[in-house]
């Protein structure tokens, strides 16, 4: 009697873990300090009010954008209008009326250049 009660016990902290463990992997977007979410992924779609991106746990996500938007790329200040689709972008942003909007545009590198600095590295070879 003593060892199917141990064994309840295990399976139950097995479950448990196991539970955890799927919540956590589910998680579409990481959260960051003070209450703000990253999206980490490619950009798809931009336009003056949004961004969409293709994140890297394939799953789509539109982000608002604002004239209060931050952008850099390389820690370099940067503009909107240097996101292009195919961009690498990393987003800091916060829950506003249900919607992600974003506080910071990390600009990572575009398609193009990863495809340059790739074709660079081949032909050196």
Do not use: C, P, W
């Amino acid at each position: 009697m003593y060892n199917s009660i141990r064994s309840i016990d295990g399976f139950r902290k097995g479950a448990f873990v196991l539970a955890l463990f799927l919540i956590l992997a589910n998680v579409q977007t990481a959260f960051a300090h003070g209450g703000a979410e990253h999206v980490m992924g490619t950009v798809s779609k931009v336009s003056a009010q949004s961004v969409t991106v293709d994140t890297t746990d394939k799953k789509v996500v539109e982000v608002g954008l604002t004239a209060k938007t931050k952008f850099t790329r390389d820690n370099k200040k940067a503009a909107a209008s240097d996101m292009k689709v195919g961009d690498r972008v990393m987003i800091e942003a916060k829950e506003v009326n249900e919607k992600l909007v974003a506080d910071e545009v990390k600009l990572g590198a575009t398609s193009a250049a990863a495809s340059k600095s790739a074709s660079a590295e081949h032909s050196h070879k």
